[in-house]
């Protein structure tokens, strides 16, 4: 079997409730960590560890195959695919008006210091 206890396994956080996370696997199996799982620490807000989307590890505590659902838990693990988050660019209104406002200076600039 794919799934077995104690695994570590990439998924999709697909939900995030106030008692634990909700992710997915594949088209059959699905699985939760309980906010226990989460931390060694007290979790306030479950937000602060993942986003709805993100594609985590999880280790894999207990599998029903019949139900096709896991226990997880994200404790003790480095459960970051990447540490690189991707940021939103924040468009100002000027656009392109700094480059067109500058370029030919810089051009000569450049050209000068040869």
Avoid at 46 to 57: A, L, M, Q, R, S
Avoid at 80 to 91: D, G, H, L, V
Wanted: with cysteine.
């Amino acid at each position: 079997m794919k799934y077995e206890d104690g695994k570590i396994v990439k998924g999709c956080v697909t939900g995030i409730e106030n008692y634990g996370i909700f992710m997915s696997f594949d088209e059959y199996y699905s699985g939760l960590i309980h906010i226990s799982e989460i931390s060694n620490n007290f979790v306030r807000n479950i937000n602060d560890y993942v986003n709805i989307g993100e594609t985590i590890k999880a280790k894999i505590l207990e599998v029903d195959h019949e139900q096709c659902q896991l226990k997880l838990s994200i404790k003790d693990i480095n459960y970051r695919i990447s540490n690189k988050r991707r940021t939103r660019i924040i468009e100002t209104g000027t656009g392109f008006c700094c480059l067109k406002e500058n370029l030919d200076n810089w051009i000569n600039t450049k050209k000068n210091k040869k």
